[in-house]
Every structure is written in structure tokens, then in C-alpha cells.
């Protein structure tokens, strides 16, 4: 299933996850390693200063494995489905693992890139 998270960077946290994210070491040790740079790489901050992203997950509950390391950097605001959950060919069961190469979040995605500034260009400014 495909999530849009909306979370804000605690206070402090800024050039650790940034450094964790220029180590590739974000997410280390999770199943979803990989998915974590994706998605500060496609996240962007809103004018409120909230961070937001479209997160692949196959956990049971969203962001069950992600959580805990999402919560050292984010105080997750809000976690909601992407997408119509009965279309997701995973959750349906249709086609296991689906999320991976399906664009069922392209036209979200592209709304969520058009909005905001590139996080991780605010987060280097900072540097």
C-alpha cells in the first residue's frame, strides 16, 4: 500500500538525518532501507513546515516497521492511504508486492513535487 505521510523535523534533528541521508544510513537495519532515501529525496516542506512524502509500506499497520525510525528524525502528524485501498493490486490481493513498480501515486506524486520546496534542499541550506 502506498501512504502520504505528513510529518515535521523535531527541532535539532536536521543535520543528523542529513548526514544519515548523504551516509546512505538512514533506515539502516530495516527491512525498507532502501525506501527511506527515496523518500527524502522525493519528500518536500510545505509552507506550514510540515514534510511530506508518498511512502510504500506492506506492513499490516502503516508504517509499522518504518516508524520507529521515522520517529527518531519526524513527529509523524499524519498517515493516510495514497490511493483507494480496494484498487491496490497488493492489498486486494490481485499481485503481491505490486507497490513497487506501479504508478497508482504518479498523479499524486507529481502534485506533491509541484508544491513546496525540495526537503532536502531546505535541509542543505541549513548546513
Request: glycine share 8%; net charge neutral; charged share 30%.
Amino acid at each position: 500500500m502506498r501512504y502520504l505521510v505528513r510529518a515535521r523535523l523535531k527541532s535539532g534533528c536536521e543535520l543528523s538525518l542529513l548526514d544519515s541521508i548523504h551516509n546512505e544510513t538512514l533506515g539502516e537495519g530495516s527491512v525498507a532501507e532502501g525506501e527511506y532515501l527515496r523518500n527524502m529525496n522525493a519528500a518536500r516542506r510545505s509552507a506550514d513546515n510540515t514534510v511530506r512524502w508518498v511512502e510504500i509500506c506492506y506492513c499490516p499497520t502503516p508504517l509499522q516497521e518504518e516508524r520507529p525510525y521515522w520517529e527518531e528524525y519526524f513527529d509523524l502528524i499524519k498517515v493516510q492511504d495514497a490511493h483507494d485501498r480496494r484498487k491496490c493490486r497488493d492489498q486486494n490481493g490481485t499481485e503481491p508486492w505490486a507497490c513497487g513498480n506501479c504508478d497508482c501515486t504518479a498523479r499524486l506524486e507529481s502534485k506533491l513535487k509541484g508544491s513546496g520546496t525540495g526537503f532536502l534542499d531546505s535541509l542543505s541550506t541549513k548546513k
